[in-house]
């Protein structure tokens, strides 16, 4: 295991180290310390907060990666449009704020990149995994808000777009087709899929009896 990573390292090839068997366990490992950072709490009257914080993260850590092996629509270069997945990670910072989210949004992002991340650089790496999905935790901005829901799906998704867009002008411009401007076309790129299921995800929530259903939600995890 140790020979193999080694050798990947040397090869440069970051593709090559993250899927060796201890490039995997480095990832699972760090993924697992956010989610505990993302519940940790000093106060001891916090504790049964701090408990269903982490049980709720990981049912949607859980939900969203079976969801999103779940292609509605598959991009050439990467990213798809699934049934919803992106909702249970904004519905944490919805629930318990902002740290929360971002930091669950983070370790959903670790586990993308576990299940069939490609990455060439590790800026990239950063850029479309972590911080791309750490970005739909944004949502916990909103969490005392009239519509906070809704809003929280508008600014995640908009944050997680901004993310793809740098890592596709910086890292994919190669790709974009002759004639087009990098930076029309790694909008377009992102937008055809983070855009669609973004939309898809607002009409949802914005059904009164959907919203409704959340704030019962979120009131039974909130409580003491």
Sequence with gaps: MLSSFREALASGDLQNVITTTLGQVIIALAAIILLLLAVSSKSRNKTQISVKTLTYSALA??????????????????????????????????????????????????????????????????????????????????????????????????????????????????????GWNPWVYSAWYNISYIGVEGVATAIIVAVPAVAAAFRTVKKSAMAR
């Design 61 to 178: 850590i859980a939900a969203a990666t079976v969801l999103s092996q779940i292609k509605l629509f598959a991009m050439p270069q990467g990213g798809t449009v699934t049934p919803f997945s992106m909702l249970f990670i904004i519905v944490i910072g919805y629930f318990f704020g902002v740290r929360s989210g971002v930091i669950v949004g983070a370790v959903y992002g670790l586990f993308q990149l576990l299940i069939g991340g490609w990455v060439m650089h590790p800026i990239q790496l950063l850029l479309d995994y972590p911080i791309a999905f750490a970005a739909l935790g944004l949502s916990g901005l909103f969490t005392n808000q009239e519509n906070g829901l809704l809003k929280g799906v508008i600014v995640g998704c908009l944050g997680r777009f901004v993310a793809h867009f740098l890592s596709g002008i910086i890292f994919f411009a190669s790709y974009a087709p002759e």
